[in-house]
């Protein structure tokens, strides 16, 4: 029987929430239950791939997230779906392919903030020549976004990455991502935490942050090997 939208929805809901607490083999045995239903829209196959590209990442299996991942991104265009990926890479250590993907010089118009971002970071590891241009710009679309109302806080998880992988400022990063938690609870915005208190320069800023990781990774209950 094909399931209606709204069941769908809420069964791949129940898996990701069991996969983010350690259940992986349950979810993604729902997920692929889920995948072969009937006329199912290329849209929604793409979110659901997404889900299991993330549910992999997280159980530490790198080659099945990089497959769903390949398989959500030539499903259409979606900017979740591509920074996804985008990230698995860069947490690959592949700089040189997320500038492959991203590097849209020949086309009318400029990188969205994203993408910009994500080119920040890349071209800062592999020294590209346009590297200085791709952080000069995002440091002004960050300062132009913290002149608006909100925008300071909105962004914080955009402005820590920013801080921690291009400008190199662990202790401004840290500040940031303590921020963004206020707003943002999601996995990657634990391990950016994680990643910011592993960079503190100074031992008693390190192991306070470290604590405030494992508080907010046992609070919220997740699981990922990735994670220290």
């Known amino acids: 029987m094909l399931r209606s939208g709204r069941r769908l929805h809420g069964l791949a809901c129940l898996?990701?929430?069991?996969?983010?607490?350690g259940g992986q083999d349950a979810a993604r045995a729902q997920f692929q239950q889920l995948l072969q239903t009937p006329r199912l829209p290329a849209s929604t196959q793409q979110w659901l791939l997404t889900s299991v590209a993330e549910l992999e990442a997280r159980a530490g299996r790198p080659d099945a997230a990089r497959a769903a991942w390949l398989q959500a991104t030539k499903l259409g265009p979606s900017g979740?779906?591509?920074?996804?990926?985008?990230?698995?890479?860069?947490?690959?250590?592949?700089?040189?392919?997320?500038?492959?993907l991203l590097d849209k010089s020949g086309a009318p118009g400029s990188p969205s903030d994203a993408a910009l971002l994500r080119l920040a970071i890349a071209g800062q590891q592999t020294a590209d020549p346009r590297a200085a241009a791709w952080r000069t710009e995002m440091a002004a679309r960050i300062d132009a976004s913290r002149a608006r109302p909100g925008g300071a806080a909105t962004h914080a998880r955009e402005q820590a990455r920013f801080a921690l992988d291009v400008l190199n400022h662990p202790a401004d990063a840290l500040a940031l991502a303590r921020e963004n938690l206020k707003l943002q609870r999601e996995p990657v915005d634990v391990g950016l935490l994680a990643r910011t208190a592993a960079a503190q320069t100074k031992p008693a800023d390190r192991s306070r942050a470290e604590a405030e990781f494992k508080q907010?990774?046992?609070?919220?209950?997740?699981?990922d090997a990735r994670f220290p």
């Open 216 to 223: 907010w990774r046992d609070k919220l209950g997740l699981q």
């Open 15 to 21: 898996a990701e929430n069991q996969s983010l607490r």
């Open 80 to 100: 979740y779906a591509l920074d996804g990926y985008i990230d698995f890479l860069l947490d690959q250590g592949e700089p040189k392919t997320v500038i492959g």
